[in-house]
């Protein structure tokens, strides 16, 4: 099977609304068509891409839940703005979202979602019957049936972190199953967190009686071969179940009672635990030292780049003469980063989202620039998709800290205009002698590596691009041929656009699996998790550095510790001021990727930080001069509600069909 497609095969036809309720898990009523779908080996396959077929999409970001949040923005006109088909993410944070009418409702596939609960239901009519297919091998029908169950772990702990409680669909109902069956009700959130993990367990581990490992399951394989690239491996099981036991053990869903204390099922059982407790982060920790342990041990290993260097960049990389002088002091840094996420299938990634193709609408596309070689090329450039002025604020100094901590950099200034220097640390990044704002300068490398801003220089288009972002200017700016499609904010995102990758056809297009979890977010997990349940350790810290060297940065303990660069000395020693710059190195190193940053502020209950205020940036639509485009802009009005919108609502259709469910606090 090549690298797993996921199509749509015609058993969709009849697997939707076969069921009273659509987020229930009844057997469709077509027994024919479901034994000609696994009567061989091939379409046993095509039956598990069709299991695959339902991960939340991650490319097209009119339909993908990574819009959510504050990082991205998109064209603002209102033929977008104003229509609930298009960057459907941002209308959550709009206040738009409902009942009636729900966006992204993973529940039951409305608002421009798959429904999750269908998917569910997929994998358990894949288990059933892929026992039956006659000429597969027990090797192989062991591996489909660990990656069904994993899929449907998956599924589950996904709808898990979007409402909250919810439906265990753990087998397919009859047809003749009665109402009482069929009207099940929600279970709390603590059970739900527990039956994935078991699930995941089941495929990974053989446990005694009393649930102790006895030995490791080889259902999956260590590592997929290149030609299966896709499908979850031992690698991706143990990261997954890592990332679950993180989610179960955050403030959100880890004793809430600010919440949730009145939140109760139909029978009166509270569907969150009210009380906190800390071993829940003890389990996170240990799985996900588990699964940074043996990915390594199977040759997973924070990227590096090792390619060849670009025929542009050779002076910024070797100097003039090949001696060193004179070269860019960051450059490789930010080729570290640039391919971590670009470089398909490196050996940073655990696992990847392979449903990518080069149709219009996705990230890599909507966040492309055009270029100065074809102007008027704005197939597969469209410029649609931005980035808000506070992920400028975002990145650290090239010291590795915060922007309002550091001594040495200018925060009350950043806004003036500045001559940008000829220095070789900016060199490659900025364009000499132009004029920006004092925001750009002394900024970390991984800032230059995935922000696009004016006067900056973008590698794109296999080209080095001089980067001009005002009203008028070109590439990246307002053109009166162009004037809706540019970014509204001034601000580009390189991050998800392959160097390479150019404009007018799909065959220029590089693709690349979309990361779903990387090593570097498992260093970051547990960062994260032994913090809050041992304090700061130099474990913490080693954790934290790996990441940080491989972005040209220096030591947690060292810059934090230095009186002459941070204000708050000493902020690492303490686990609420670790806590702050675990939370902080996160933002960075997972920004605009996977929806990362909204699930992280979610799950650590900071919304009201971030959600409530407007989204902000440079007057690109109208700014032609220096002083009319430096501006800071409020572009669009955000609106968030606590507790409410912290969990989707469940839809009022299948509210109404199943009387012993309960809707999410806030929502009618």
């Keep these: 099977m090549k690298k797993i497609s996921l199509y749509i095969v015609s058993a969709l036809l009849f697997l939707g609304g076969t069921s009273s309720c659509d987020y229930l898990d009844i057997v469709p009523d077509n027994t024919v068509e479901i034994t000609s779908m696994f009567e061989n080996r091939d379409k046993a396959y095509a039956a598990l891409s069709q299991c695959y077929y339902y991960v939340p999409d991650q490319q097209f970001f009119h339909q993908s839940i990574n819009m959510a949040g504050d990082e991205f923005v998109g064209r603002l006109d209102s033929e977008v703005a104003n229509n609930r088909g298009y960057t459907r993410g941002t209308k959550l944070m709009r206040g738009w979202q409902n009942t009636s009418d729900p966006i992204l409702s993973f529940w039951n596939g409305a608002g421009g979602a798959r429904s999750l609960y269908q998917g569910i239901r997929y994998c358990n009519i894949f288990l059933e019957n892929i ?26 702990f996904f709808l898990i972190r979007t ?9 397919n109902l009859e047809t003749s199953a009665s109402v009482t069956d069929v009207r099940q009700e929600r279970k709390p959130v603590d059970v739900c967190f527990q039956y994935v993990v078991d699930l995941i367990d089941n495929v990974l581990y053989q446990k005694d009686a009393d649930g102790n490992v006895v030995a490791e399951r080889s259902d999956l394989p260590d590592i997929r071969s290149t030609s299966l690239l896709g499908q979850i491996d031992r690698i991706g099981a143990k990261a997954i179940k890592a ?38 982060w003890k389990k996170a920790l240990d799985a996900i030292d588990e699964a940074i342990t043996y990915a390594e041990s199977k040759g997973k ?17 070797y100097g003039e003469n090949g001696d060193g002088v004179g070269a860019s002091e960051i ?16 050996d940073e990634l655990l696992w990847g989202y392979s449903d990518v193709n080069n149709s219009d609408g996705k990230f890599s596309s909507g966040t492309q620039m055009r270029t100065l070689a074809s102007p008027g090329t704005a197939s597969f450039a469209y410029q649609w998709v931005g980035a808000s002025y506070r992920m400028l604020e975002l990145f650290h100094t090239k010291n590795g800290v915060p922007i309002d901590e550091d001594r040495t950099w200018d925060y009350e200034n950043r806004l003036e205009l500045v001559t940008l220097p000829n220095d070789t640390y900016h060199k490659g990044y900025i364009q000499p002698g132009e004029t920006s704002v004092s925001l750009v300068l002394n900024r970390e490398p991984r800032f230059y590596a995935w922000i696009a801003f004016d006067r900056g220089i973008w590698r794109t288009h296999d080209l080095k691009n001089d980067l001009k972002m005002r009203y008028g200017e070109m590439p990246g700016g307002r053109t009166a041929s162009h004037g809706t499609d540019y970014y509204w904010t001034g601000i580009a ?8 990758s150019s404009s007018g056809a799909w065959q220029r297009i590089v693709k690349f699996p979309y990361p779903m979890l990387r090593l570097a977010d498992l260093y970051l997990m ?24 491989r972005a040209g940065l220096p030591k947690i303990e060292d810059v934090w510790s230095n009186p002459n660069i941070v204000t708050s000395v000493g902020k ?97």
């Design 163 to 171: 409402y909250g409680p919810i439906v265990i669909a753990d087998k």
């Design 131 to 156: 026992n039956a297919v006659p000429n597969m091998t027990e090797e192989e029908k062991a591996d489909c049936i660990a990656q069904a169950k994993m899929l449907k772990a998956y599924y589950h």
């Design 243 to 280: 990332q679950v036991l993180l989610y179960a053990a955050s403030p959100l869903f880890n004793g809430n009672s600010e919440f949730y204390s009145n939140f109760k099922g139909k029978n009166g059982e509270l569907l969150f635990n009210i009380e906190y407790d800390k071993e829940k």
């Design 301 to 317: 290993k924070l990227y590096k780049y090792e390619g060849s260097i670009k025929s542009f960049d050779q002076d910024d990389w």
């Design 331 to 346: 450059i490789k840094y930010c080729y570290n980063n640039r391919f971590s996420i670009t470089d398909p299938w490196n």
């Design 493 to 500: 995102i390189k991050k998800l656009v392959h160097p390479e």
């Design 572 to 668: 690492h020693l303490t686990q609420d001021g670790l806590r702050e710059i675990i939370h902080k190195e996160r933002q960075i190193e997972l920004c605009f990727e996977g929806g990362h940053r909204y699930f992280d502020i979610l799950r650590w209950k900071r919304a009201n930080e971030f959600f409530t205020s407007p989204v902000q940036g440079w007057q690109a639509r109208e700014g032609s001069t220096l002083e009319t485009f430096y501006q800071l802009t409020t572009w669009q009005t955000r609106e968030w509600q606590t507790p409410r919108d912290y969990l989707f609502p469940i839809p009022l259709t299948d509210m109404d069909r199943n009387p012993n469910l309960v809707q999410n606090p806030g929502w009618k």
């Design 526 to 549: 547990y960062a994260e998790a032994y913090n809050e349940y041992y304090g700061p350790d130099q474990k913490v810290y080693d954790k934290l550095n790996a990441i940080r060297e």
